[in-house]
């Protein structure tokens, strides 16, 4: 197999990722985990984590920390990228990402859980002016103007790179304003208060509607921490937000698996770490089964 190709690809490395990394590497098999970062925006905001069982008050992101070095230490390789599309091809997966394509044999989604709504609009336009990723698609956007709609870390970024091509900028700030511990954003971004309403266009994206004005746009960059499930894969059965598996953490698609807040609540450390124990045994007795 080349550097590129693994057996089991796993996307998202807070706990349900890495657990399902660990569980496939003790069943030999070659892992990697792609994630947007190598963090959990969950834990990383939970101050601290009291009902994990054999841990006593720890913060969240010192667990993770923890996480990271167990599942690095058994042989997984951790990548830091965005993936953007993840296209079945019957035997196998092909997983674009924001570092280049990536192949496997199986697949574990363990990308957290969605935390808004689409805004009016988002979906008609993917591909016409709506974008999830700055870095990917942003040079399609040079000289023309830019929205961004997010509030984290990662949306800053991407409004600053956007900043170095674009014409215009502006951060819809989705919350009414800037998380603690978002970088500082370039002086020539304009930052106005969200939510954003709608996203205007005819056949491609004409503007971005927030409350009392229209910001106009050819592109609207939206960032969240988490993509919906059916975005990334088309074809996964998705329920109430969640993606819909059995007890050995399947999807309705044949070799992809999912483990975590991806599949519904309770929002968990614990039910991320065990539903991530069972996808990874699964991913791993469905590569054993595929003919060689
Ligand atoms: C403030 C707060 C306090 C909490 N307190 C507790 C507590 O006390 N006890 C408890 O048990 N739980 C607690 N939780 C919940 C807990 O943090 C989550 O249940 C847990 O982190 C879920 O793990 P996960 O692996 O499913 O998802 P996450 O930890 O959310 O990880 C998702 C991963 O997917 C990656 N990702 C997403 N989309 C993509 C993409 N397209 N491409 C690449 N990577 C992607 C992200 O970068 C991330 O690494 C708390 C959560 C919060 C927010």
Redesign the pocket.
């Known amino acids: 197999m080349s550097e590129r190709e693994y057996e089991v690809l796993i996307?998202?490395?807070?706990?349900?990722?890495?657990?399902a990394a660990l569980n496939a590497r003790v069943r030999n098999k070659s892992v990697a985990v792609?994630?947007?970062?190598?963090?959990?925006?969950?834990?990383?905001?939970?101050?601290?984590?009291?009902?994990?069982l054999g841990v006593e008050r720890i913060g969240?992101a010192d667990l993770?920390n923890r996480f990271i070095e167990q599942a690095r230490g058994a042989g997984a390789y951790l990548l830091e990228?965005?993936?953007?599309g993840l296209f079945n091809l019957g035997d196998s997966f092909s997983a674009f990402?924001s570092a280049g394509d990536y192949g496997c044999k199986a697949v574990v989604i363990?990308?957290?859980?969605v935390q808004a709504a689409s805004i009016p609009g988002e979906s008609q336009y993917v591909g016409s002016g709506v974008s999830?990723c700055a870095t990917c698609d942003g040079p399609l956007y040079r000289g023309k103007r830019a929205v961004v709609l997010g509030y984290t870390a990662?949306a800053a970024e991407e409004a600053n790179f956007l900043a170095e091509i674009c014409s215009q900028v502006t951060f819809v700030a989705v919350r009414g304003g800037k998380a603690e511990g978002v970088p500082e954003l370039r002086e020539e971004i304009r930052v106005v208060r969200g939510p954003a309403k709608a996203i205007h266009g005819a056949v491609s994206v004409t503007g971005v509607e927030i409350e009392g004005e229209t910001i106009p746009a050819d592109g609207v960059f939206v960032i969240?921490?988490?993509?919906p499930a059916e975005r990334?894969i088309e074809g996964i059965e998705v329920a109430d937000g969640a993606i819909r598996v059995n007890r050995d953490m399947a999807t309705n698609i044949p070799g992809a698996f999912a483990?975590?807040?991806?599949?519904g609540r309770?929002?968990?450390?614990?039910?991320?770490?065990g539903?991530?124990q069972v996808a990874g045994l699964s991913a791993a007795r469905y590569v054993d089964a595929l003919p060689k």
């Open positions: 996307i998202g490395s807070g706990p349900a990722g890495l657990s792609v994630s947007r970062r190598l963090a959990s925006p969950s834990l990383d905001k939970a101050p601290s984590i009291d009902n994990y969240g993770e990228c965005d993936v953007l990402t363990a990308t957290g859980a999830y990662h969240r921490d988490s993509m990334l483990a975590g807040d991806c599949t309770p929002y968990q450390v614990a039910k991320a770490v539903e991530g």
